[in-house]
Nanobody
Framework: QVQLVESGGGLVQPGGSLRLSCAAS????????MGWYRQAPGKQRELVAS???????NYADSVKGRFTISKDNAKNTVDLQMNSLKPEDTAVYYC??????????????WGQGTQVTVSS
């Protein structure tokens, strides 16, 4: 069982920045793809950014150039730096861990989510 705890959400004005952090229970990054997802009211949950066990990074087109995902193996944390925030970035952001193995992709864990609100 993997536990994920997010922090760092809040209210920010358009154009501002926030940094989300996800703390994992143990050293899992060598076996898991770590990802940040978000879900806005009335919309489906979508992938924002992910980083694989081999540090391959993927971003949604809507956040490229504004968001940066990174991980700290020593601290077992994965962060999402969000710059130039827009009102459409408003959502609950979830941390996700998924086994980085084609046969084990069904093994996935979610954090509880953290609210990000971009508004003036």
């Amino acid at each position: 069982q993997v536990q994920l705890v997010e922090s760092g959400g809040g209210l920010v004005q358009p154009g501002g920045s926030l940094r989300l952090s996800c703390a994992a229970s143990g050293s899992i990054f060598s076996r898991y793809v770590m990802g940040w997802y978000r879900q806005a009211p009335g919309k489906q949950r979508e992938l924002v950014a992910s980083i694989s066990s081999r540090d391959s990074i993927n971003y949604a087109d809507s956040v490229k150039g504004r968001f940066t995902i990174s991980k700290d193996n020593a601290k077992n944390t994965v962060d999402l730096q969000m710059n130039s925030l827009k009102p459409e970035d408003t959502a609950v952001y979830y941390c996700n861990a998924r086994r980085d193995d084609p046969l084990l992709r069904h093994i996935t864990f979610w954090g509880q989510g953290t609210q990000v609100t971009v508004s003036s």
